[in-house]
């Protein structure tokens, strides 16, 4: 049984755990504020702790209507990480509000301004849960692999039970993801070639183009966010670097679309995205799911990944057919895909190690003390 006295070396650990969460474009955008419950008018047993994750407005997307959707997402892994790190150690959690769900609790000045809450959880001490030890130890494990996976049949009915993500808290959760998986070789190459005519979109839009480029990261050493050049084309030689660095700035960009190099960059894409064993597409039921849904859609969403990468599976995001309504209402037409398709990628075994993302870690977290 652990005590209220285990909280803050049990929270140390799983904040430490929770920093390695995938986000958008690595931004790491979330934010998180740790108390007493009564500070925020809520109830909770002895020795509980109320958690606040918030989206950091200086760190979020803005570019693009998506990236409200890509943020909460986001927000909801990191939710559903410390959830689970906490949970192993024996503090269970519960949802006691989410954005939009009335009364709001009293947040008051404990809150930076720039700081947008979206959700509250209260963790209790109990027993800790022996369930969750392969998801936990997935969390550092885990990678967005963008290498070939390994060659293959790889059926649907192995990896479903995968993907059925639970948020880990009692609570208002909300309801289960419909996926899709894409097991068969005429669906997989279709899905490449629709990638393939629609990828050049995310270097065809200027704005959104050089805020991504603002996330590529030519230091790695001394990298706390954003990915280096390797994270997006693997190792390379010291003349591909310096040819990438050229060719993906923003000014390079703009006269390279006039000669078609968007679209050889989408060819590639699609070429790896019709060569993986299978494809998985995540999506809500409701198509004007609000923001607390998008949130609990994200904890789902890691469960299933840390689900995947413990059975010795990865997953490579392929964002560039969701972030725009156009080409996704046409993936959603064109595969049959019900609802609002939120998280498409790639799914395989890996056949080569990819290295993790640069991180700010648990000594850079922004945390603040509810109640001072």
């Known amino acids: ?18 920093e390695a969460s995938p986000s958008s474009h690595n931004s790491q955008p979330w934010a998180l504020a740790v108390g007493a419950p009564a500070v925020l008018g809520l109830d909770g047993p002895a020795g509980s702790r109320a958690l606040v994750v918030c989206l950091d407005e200086d760190r979020k997307l803005r570019t693009l209507a998506a990236h409200t959707l890509e943020m909460n997402l986001s927000c909801g892994m ?31 000045a404990d809150l930076p301004a720039t700081w947008t809450p979206l959700a509250v959880a209260i963790v209790a001490p109990g027993k800790p849960d022996d369930d969750v030890t392969d998801r936990v130890a997935a969390l550092p494990a885990r990678r967005t692999n ?8 790889l059926a649907a009915a192995d990896v479903a039970p995968l993907c059925a993500g639970e948020v880990a808290a009692e609570g208002p959760v909300g309801e289960p993801l419909a996926v899709t998986i894409f097991d068969q070789p005429g669906d997989v190459k279709a899905l490449g070639r629709f990638v393939a005519r629609h ?25 706390v966010d954003g990915f280096p050049l390797t994270q997006l084309f693997g190792p390379l030689s010291w003349a591909r670097t310096w040819f990438f660095r050229i060719a ?7 006269v390279l679309k006039w000669f078609g190099y968007p679209r050889i960059i989408a060819g590639e894409f699609g070429a790896l995205v019709a060569g993986s064993p299978a494809s998985v597409a995540f999506a809500l039921t409701d198509p004007k799911a609000g923001d607390a849904d998008q949130l609990l859609a994200g904890a789902r969403l890691l469960d299933a990944w840390l689900r995947l990468t413990a059975a010795g599976f990865a997953m490579h995001p392929v964002s560039v057919v969701l972030q725009h309504d156009d080409i996704r209402t046409k993936l959603q037409s064109e595969f049959n895909l019900a609802g609002r398709v939120v998280f498409f990628a790639r799914l395989g075994r890996p056949v080569a190690a ?5 991180r700010r870690g648990a000594a850079n977290a922004r945390v603040a003390r509810l109640g001072g």
């Open 1 to 18: 049984m652990s005590g209220a006295g285990d909280f803050e070396p049990a929270f140390a650990a799983a904040l430490t755990l929770a």
């Open 354 to 358: 990819f290295p993790p993302t640069p």
């Open 248 to 254: 993906l700035h923003p000014v390079t960009m703009g």
């Open 199 to 223: 990828a050049a979109a995310d270097f065809a839009h200027a704005a959104a183009w050089r805020e991504t480029h603002a996330y590529i990261r030519h230091d790695p050493a001394n990298a």
């Open 146 to 153: 963008r290498a070939p996976y390994a060659e293959g049949a």
């Open 78 to 108: 990191y939710l559903q990480a410390l959830l689970l790190a906490l949970r192993q150690q024996g503090f269970s959690g519960r949802l006691a509000w989410r954005i939009g769900d009335a009364p709001r609790p009293k947040f008051g």
